[in-house]
């Protein structure tokens, strides 16, 4: 399937994000907490199943899973690890995405590039702690690569598992979207319900 | 996929139909039964419902229904004639390239337009700077085909407190109201406003051979697949079909219409699946492209003859576009409404539908409560989110888990006035994938088109407030750059300075080229003009078959 950002840059992706709305929250950013629950690395299991890639190297997908990992992180629910939102990454740069591949390496590189000079014998994002990467994404939230970072991180969490990612609707259970069903019957929600139940009261 | 029955490509066809959408669909059906050889060009694939899938990824993202983006199906934009015209990345003229068209993936929100949206500027007066005309129908004449097509392609719904008169009743009850309706209703009467049941090009019982609706949430921008959404695909086309006399020529880009000698169209040029040209020639055509390639096809059509574009003597093919402004609040409740079940909208509020001169600009408008980009998971990621939320993170992710079932929009849709600078011209510079210079999309809203935005926007929020909401945000209204409703384009009018078809929808250059779709739209309406669109398809075929018989097309 062609895809709608297939031969454009991201400087031109990135504009329709802004001007669509999607990006309003991008100034009022703040750290995150580290989160509660200790959390398996996301680059262990990127390079556990390394084999199975399609397109990707096991250490830049070690660092594209950890990135993935900050943007939707595993707290008491699951995030973009356990969804393996890896694989949609991978998929996509060979199939879908494959224009953004050479975006995608070159905006590693040069992030990866710049952590030497703040954290000692460092050469990878997936090598840092999870605060020292959320440090250095806020410090590049601006760049197109994090914004290509975040579209395919949403992307791969919340598409269809036949994609990669949102395995077993991890994704879709979080957010109480029973999406994999067909069809529904009314009353959908509260309101609704209680709505009914006044109706009903009333007669 | 090939249709029961094939026309020589060298023997003239009764009628060429361009486009199988809301118009075309409907007058393929209307006249291919009543015997006359019609053959529909579809640029799309032959889709049928059992290929419609729920997988948000293909559908929203990477334009599975809608050709394949701005570069591939050749749109550029911009605002001003003095600017140079890009292909966005998203692609700014959103209509389905699928057999039935843009009825296949509209969200099936259903309005008939008023009295008034006919006879406005008679009412008002005229508003400098603008094309502001009465159309030289009324709603009485276009009445008896609304109700055609309430009771033939099949419409759910119940009368509300500002519907213009109708001469039968809903064919089916509405579909079930929804939390954002409950929410809408109850904050309306609490401001002293009415709301009132929204009608859907969506059957809520088994309605001519055709299954209900299954509540599945997939309307907007999806397709169908059990038929109950009311597409010339599901409604009509299988009529068509089942004549013998109808040919549905699908994977067929047309690139030109040829006029012989007398200045009457002749032969229709179209690439087909391989890409090769080929010529079918025809005694009449009829086109339902929508507003935007219909337009293209015209300026594509010059000739010496010709010379601005066929059926231009006018100059007014490919202005006026009206695309009805939007503008959007978002608001999150304390329990679930799990909005994306059901058909998107369940209750509106037309109370401000009228112009109002206390507002201090032209303008009416319709809202809705719906739950928009929170029917689906990756769009409400994208779009969704409160602006005081970051983006990434651990509360980027608390806030959508929390926000997904809890959230709706309320949306206001406006009247948009017809401009000079507003139109479909030809890209000089950019091509699509068949080679036809791509549609250059100018356009920016009159500021009134935005004042009325605002407005409603104003009254969502107050909305908002009276429901309760936890938390509710406007979503920034910019000046449009895209839209879904493509009209005006091809007006249609009694003089021929200034309008490109008549009454009958017939040409006024060209006696054997009639233009039916969103094109021949005079006002914009207040939203949802697809109601109209297919009742104008169902006049103009009325008298088409009335003209052809009596030999005088």
Known sequence: ???????????????????????????????????????????????????????????????FAAIAARIIPTTETPGATEAGVIYFFDNAFAADMSWALENMRAGLASLNATLAANYANKSHFSDLDEMD??????????????????????????????????????????????????????????????????????? | MASSVTFDMRQPVDFAII?????????????????????????????KAQDFTHDEYSVLFNSELLGGGPRISGQTFRQYASETAESPVEQPIRYAQTVGGSSVHFTANFWRLRPVDFNERSLLGSISGTNFADWPISYEE?????????????????PGPYDAPRSKPFPMPPLPIKSSGVLLEKAAKALGLQAQVEPHAILSQPHNGRAACIKCGYCMFFGCEVGAKSSTLAAVIPAAEASGHCEIRADSAVFRIETDEKGRASEVLYYDADGNEQAQKVKAVIVSANGAETSRLMLMSASERHPDGLANSSGFVGRNLMFNAHSA????????????????????????????????????????????WSATPIFHALMGMPPDVPRWGKAFKDEIAHNFTRQMSIVGS??????????????????????????????????????MAKFLQDRAM??????????????????????????????????????VVDRYHRSHDVPNLFICDGSSFVTSGRGQPTMTIMALAFRAAHHIKIAASAGEI
């Open chain 1, 1 to 63: 399937m062609v895809t709608a950002m297939k031969k454009l840059r991201p400087v031109s992706r990135r504009r329709f994000l802004k001007s669509s709305g999607a990006l309003t929250g991008a100034s009022l950013l703040r750290i995150s907490a580290p989160s509660l629950v200790a959390i398996t690395q996301a680059a262990c299991t990127a390079k556990d199943e390394a084999a199975a890639f399609n397109i990707l190297g096991v250490q830049e997908a070690a660092d």
């Open chain 1, 133 to 203: 990467q959320d440090a250095v994404l806020s410090a590049n939230e601006t760049t197109d690569f994090f914004e290509l970072c975040w579209l395919t991180t949403i992307f791969g969490f919340f598409s269809m598992s036949k994609y990669g990612g949102n395995k077993d609707h991890v994704a879709w259970d979080l957010i109480g979207f029973e999406g994999h069903h067909g069809a529904w019957e009314y009353p959908f929600g509260y309101y609704d319900a209680e709505y009914a139940k006044e109706l009903s009261h009333g007669e």
């Open chain 2, 19 to 47: 486009g199988s959408g809301s118009a075309g669909g409907i007058i393929a059906k209307e006249l291919s039964t009543a015997g006359f050889n019609v053959v529909v060009f579809e640029q799309g694939p032959y889709r």
């Open chain 2, 142 to 158: 276009l009445e008896p085909y609304y109700t055609r097509v309430d009771w033939e392609i099949g419409i759910s719904g119940a």
């Open chain 2, 329 to 372: 609040g978002d608001g999150v409740f304390e329990q679930p409404l799990n909005d994306y079940k059901g058909a998107q909208v369940s209750r509106i509020i037309h109370e401000f539908y009228e112009s109002d001169e206390k507002r201090g600009f032209y303008g009416g408008g319709g809202i809705d409560s719906r739950p928009l």
């Open chain 2, 414 to 451: 406006t009247t948009s006035l017809a401009l000079d600078r507003n139109n479909i011209t030809l890209d000089p510079a950019n091509t699509d994938q068949w080679g036809r210079p791509s549609m250059r999309l100018t356009y920016r809203d009159h500021d009134d088109d935005l004042a």
């Open chain 2, 462 to 499: 107050e909305l908002f407030d009276a429901a309760g909401a936890t938390k509710a945000w406007r979503h920034p209204i910019h000046p449009t750059d895209g839209g879904e409703h493509l009209l005006g384009t091809c007006r249609m009018g009694d003089d021929p300075s200034t309008s």
